[in-house]
């Protein structure tokens, strides 16, 4: 080999070398710190902190179908009618030097093939069911009137409102005491948003002023809660007592209208412009029989003389996967309407 020979292998050499290192400065970047998800659990199961901030979240939600033969509120829905249904929860919750700071947003969507009116757009319905900012007792904006709720439902069934016992969503301001003893009061406000001249759209005088107090173990409860609708200038009470004796609960719970001959925010109509009448009174029932199985069922009659038995069976085969077969009967027997319906309902449904 001569010099010349030498001296090209050893350029060559060096030029792979070099090349070699060049590729291997090409070094990817380095990952960015990951902060994981921390659990949450001053406020309850299934929060955790936003990732950044001292902020707690939770999302649930769950998605229905039903499939229904007839209704139990009203006696000309013969015919087989469906709906499917899902809903979003989002919670939020932080501690703050003025107490728990938190949120509740609920959001829910239907699509009914067989009914185009009634606030759906083509079959299709979005609602806002809750959107409230809740501090130091006091909560302002969207949910079910504390009316309605802060003494519970009725019955563990589908068909419990034939009845009606009180408005649902509805905007409000609200202060509620918890005396950490098993006793609690509410006082609101709340926007029905109705008028006394009944112009659409028109602003509400006043609004509606609703009350209560109850108290409650967790194994028995008794509680008693008042409204007066300002728009007619009447209003209701409504009492309610409930207790849990191993797997049997059961409740009884009755109501009064200040006018029997109308009906207002508290004491509802029930159908064809008629109410409860003077009281109405709503009891129920229910038996765990495992894990898995359990019955419920509710009578309720009003001073109008309307009639509703409901009854249900809740299998739960799989933790979050509800089936429900239901069947109502209702009766209305006066002078408005005197009538009666038998209904049929089978429900699917996943809560996560």
């Not at 060096?14 to 090409?26: H, W």
């Not at 139990?72 to 703050?96: H, I, K, M, Q, V």
């Not at 299998?315 to 979050?320: A, D, F, L, N």
Request: charged share 20%; with cysteine; proline share 3%.
């Amino acid at each position: 080999m001569n010099i010349k020979s030498l001296l090209l292998g050893s350029a060559a050499a060096l030029a792979a070398v070099s090349g070699a290192q060049a590729a291997d400065a090409i070094v990817a970047a380095e990952p960015e710190p990951m902060e994981y998800v921390r659990v949450c659990d001053a406020f309850g199961t299934g929060y955790f902190y936003i990732p950044g901030t001292e902020t707690c979240l939770k999302v649930g939600g769950r998605v229905r179908f039903d499939a229904a033969y007839g209704s139990a509120y009203s006696p000309d829905a013969d015919g087989l009618y469906t709906n499917s249904r899902a809903e979003l929860y989002l919670s939020t919750a932080s501690d703050t030097e003025m107490g728990t700071l938190k949120t509740n947003l609920t959001a829910r969507f239907d699509y009914d093939p067989h009914n185009p009116s009634y606030g759906y757009e083509e079959n299709t319905r979005t609602r806002l069911m809750v959107a409230t900012i809740e501090l130091g007792g006091f909560a302002v904006g969207l949910q079910d009137s504390l009316y309605e709720s802060f003494i519970d439902y009725a019955g563990n069934v589908d068909s419990d409102d034939v009845i009606n016992y009180g408005p649902s969503e509805v905007n409000m301001v609200a202060y509620t005491y918890k005396g950490g003893n098993g006793f609690s009061a509410f006082a609101a406000l709340e926007d029905d948003g109705q008028n006394d001249n009944d112009t659409a759209g028109g602003a509400s005088d006043w609004p509606n002023v609703a009350a209560g107090l109850k108290y409650d173990t967790g194994n028995f409860m008794v509680g008693v809660t008042g409204g007066y609708d300002e728009s007619v200038e009447e209003g209701a009470v409504k009492a309610r007592v409930g207790g849990k004796f191993g797997a049997f609960t059961a409740f009884l719970m009755g109501g009064w209208n200040s006018d029997g001959d109308s009906f207002n925010s508290y004491a509802p109509e029930i159908i064809d412009g008629f109410g409860w009448g003077d009281w109405a009174v709503w009891g129920g029932a229910g038996y765990e029989f495992n894990e898995d199985l359990a019955a419920n069922m509710q009578v309720s009659y009003s001073d109008s003389d309307v009639l509703s038995a409901v009854a249900n069976l809740q299998w739960t085969p799989i933790q979050g996967f509800l089936i429900q077969p239901e069947i109502a009967y209702t009766k209305w027997n006066n002078a408005t309407l005197d009538d009666e319906a038998w209904s049929g309902l089978l429900r699917f449904q996943r809560t996560f």
